[in-house]
């Protein structure tokens, strides 16, 4: 039928700091983007990510960022944050696209290095970037934990690594490796990272579905890790809660 386009639900997929009032719309339908902006900073521009459908963010007389489905859907947007040098909202670490890096404590815990090692297994240099995940992220990493307590993960090769036990989120942030897609290889430090954690990931698959696996290092070293991971993807850090340690040298009670 010649309105079939109309009645296709797309998928609403964003990275960073936004979160879509819904996750699927149709053509030409609004769709909402709240923004969660740390303190120190604002909104700057927003951008396609690598593989989306060019659309334009607008903002209204509301001051509400929306945008409206094209046809064909492919909707994949991000936002720039910029430092307003004010105290109390982090470090920045701009880099050439001018994307946040860090604003809050769960980036400010994740050092990346500077270029990935491989891409889809051939030797080549990205820049690579993290940005703070969402609420919504944090939200469903803790319910994906929970929903998988007793049996463990599936990791990237399929197979199965445990949860620890009352694991909760440690740090989440998003990754991005710049002008790739597939999967990368880098380096990453998790400067909470301790023996026994596991590193959650979750990413949308060629067919637009959300995937959320465990990720088993390539290599460890200490707190710095090598990891095989997609090119765009939301990352968590989780492990037990720390075990406070009284004068008497016994946990407190």
Known sequence: PENAAEIVNYIIKVEGNLTPES?????NE???????????YSVDS???VNGGTNVEVLQDASGQYYLVVPRGGGVYVGVNLRSNGTSGGGSSDDNDNGRSTS???SVQNVTVGPKTMMV???DQKNDIHVGSASADMNRAFTETLSTFAATGMLDMSGQYVSVPENAEIKDSFTFTADNATGFVTAYLEFKNYKEGDIILCSYFDASG????????????NGTSVILTLPAQCTL???????????PTGGPLV
Do not use: C, K, W
């Open 23 to 27: 996750r699927t719309a149709h053509e």
């Open 30 to 40: 609004r769709v909402t983007l709240r923004v969660d902006v740390p303190a120190g």
């Open 46 to 48: 927003f951008y396609t």
């Open 103 to 105: 604003s809050d404590n």
């Open 120 to 122: 889809n297994g051939v």
């Open 209 to 220: 579905n959300m995937v959320t696996l465990a990720l088993t290092p390539d290599q460890i």
């Open 236 to 246: 968590a850090l989780a492990g037990s809660p720390a075990v406070v340690v009284g």
